[in-house]
């Protein structure tokens, strides 16, 4: 036995008069024998045409996202987006490591986590509009610095060769059949230490991908500049 087809959207009836009741009950009698529900002995040449009438469609429920720009766009952890928040409040990590790691996170290529950019390329990115105001701009030195901290945090790792893995479990281009064989590598070149990448994230974070302000009195009262 086949399964049965999946249903279609039928196109809404709407007629044109300003009043939605006014000849309702001639538009369904005419709908019902267009679709065959009138009596087969009917006569064929009696039968009447929808007149005046407008046929209004939902909106496709698979519609892609609309968002800005054309560079795509990426899924992040609610609570690791907040936990980026309330870092920079609490002077937890520099405004250096927050940008380089928000420049990074969005330059990755799709279904691997991974962001093709050497340091001068981050830094020149960053810089972008700073130029064209005549700005404050990062140096390589700092964004150096900052790559350092964020694999220290276990947010990013180096791989080589320009390449960064991002942590796929808080920022990720790609659905979650391709987050899950991300980890699954990831697993098996950390040969699955579970205090290796992509787990314990820091600064200040003791509990694997846990923020629990009650566990540690001092959370943020270290001040970082950069």
């Avoid at 520099?94 to 279904?111: E, I, M």
């Avoid at 610095?145 to 990013?156: D, F, H, N, Q, S």
């Amino acid at each position: 036995m086949t399964p049965d087809p999946p249903a279609r959207r039928r196109p809404r009836a709407v007629p044109d008069s300003a009043s939605p009741d006014e000849g309702f009950d001639d538009l369904l009698q005419v709908l019902g024998e267009q679709l065959g529900e009138a009596s087969q002995g009917a006569d064929q040449r009696g039968r009447r045409k929808l007149k005046n009438v407008t046929f209004e469609y939902e909106a496709d429920p698979t519609a892609v996202h609309d968002m800005a720009g054309d560079a795509g766009y990426s899924l992040a952890s609610n609570w690791f987006t907040q936990l980026l928040g309330q870092l920079a409040v609490a002077n937890s990590i520099t405004k250096s490591q927050l940008c380089v790691f928000l420049w990074v996170a969005g330059g990755q290529q799709r279904g691997t986590g991974i962001a093709q950019y050497t340091q001068q390329e981050i830094t020149d990115g960053l810089n972008e509009i700073a130029v064209k105001k005549d700005g404050k701009k990062i140096t390589r030195s700092t964004v150096n610095r900052a790559i350092k901290a964020l694999v220290g945090y276990k947010w990013v790792e180096q791989l080589g060769n320009g390449m960064i893995q991002l942590n796929v479990r808080l920022w990720f281009h790609g659905n979650s059949n391709a987050q899950h064989a991300v980890l699954e590598d990831i697993a098996v070149q950390h040969e699955r230490d579970t205090e290796a990448f992509p787990h314990g994230i820091g600064p200040d974070v003791q509990e694997e991908l846990d923020l629990d302000f009650t566990r540690n009195p001092h959370y943020g009262t270290r001040r970082r500049t950069g």
